[in-house]
T-cell receptor, first 112, second 112 residues
Framework: GENVEQHPSTLSVQEGDSAVIKCTYSDSASNYFPWYKQELGKGPQLIID?????GEKKDQRIAVTLNKTAKHFSLHITETQPEDSAVYFC???????????FGKGTRLSVIA | DTAVSQTPKYLVTQMGNDKSIKCEQN?????MYWYKQDSKKFLKIMFSYNNKELIINETVPNRFSPKSPDKAHLNLHINSLELGDSAVYFC???????????FGSGTRLTVV
């Protein structure tokens, strides 16, 4: 099965700075790469995803980059704001009928 | 309209009891899931189900059983509750296996 590692496990940044979270996976057949954000007391919410035929995708202040050769993908948040504070999860997936295997999460704190 | 709704939001019960958590989605999705989130925020898949197959995580005790009366519902039934079952349980749904998930807001189960 998929082995997923996220780094760092915690990250503190000043408001306005950038944050980068990296996700490493083991299954070379993985072809779908989402990132989820979980705020306190809520369920995880999909914030951005990318498929293996694309190297980068951007949505306003959030971007995901994919390196299939090295088997990792990263979440980039620019101009961070206090409301970006949350736990972020990656969950790479292959095309088989299998559920998402989540990384252990990264707790991001944006300090005003 | 809530896309994925779970009830109850909180559940406190004694060891040995049997309880159910209900989940309904109004998104027209074909695939539904149950995840368990422990105190360290690790999200672990318990069950995945669509109209064709049920995938059970082999580490889940058989005291846990999913019940799907129709495509829009996947309820979780737990027999003989144990202290270690205390966690937050999330229901989710997706269009198909390799599409983004929509999560419910979670059910916090406390076994005393």
């Amino acid at each position: 099965g998929e082995n997923v590692e996220q780094h760092p496990s915690t990250l503190s940044v000043q408001e306005g700075d950038s944050a980068v979270i990296k996700c490493t996976y083991s299954d070379s057949a993985s072809n779908y790469f989402p990132w989820y954000k979980q705020e306190l007391g809520k369920g995880p919410q999909l914030i951005i995803d990318i498929r293996s035929n694309v190297g980068e995708k951007k949505d306003q202040r959030i971007a995901v980059t994919l390196n299939k050769t090295a088997k990792h993908f990263s979440l980039h948040i620019t101009e961070t704001q206090p409301e970006d504070s949350a736990v972020y999860f990656c969950a790479p997936l292959n095309s088989g009928n299998t559920p998402l295997v989540f990384g252990k999460g990264t707790r991001l704190s944006v300090i005003a | 309209d809530t896309a994925v709704s779970q009830t109850p939001k909180y559940l406190v019960t004694q060891m040995g009891n049997d309880k159910s958590i209900k989940c309904e989605q109004n998104l027209g999705h074909d695939t539904m899931y149950w995840y368990k989130q422990d105190s360290k925020k690790f999200l672990k898949i318990m069950f995945s189900y669509n109209n064709k197959e049920l995938i059970i995580n082999e580490t889940v005790p058989n005291r846990f059983s999913p019940k799907s009366p129709d495509k829009a519902h996947l309820n979780l039934h737990i027999n003989s509750l144990e202290l270690g079952d205390s966690a937050v349980y999330f229901c989710a749904s997706s269009l198909d296996w390799n599409y983004g998930y929509t999560f419910g807001s979670g059910t916090r189960l406390t076994v005393v």
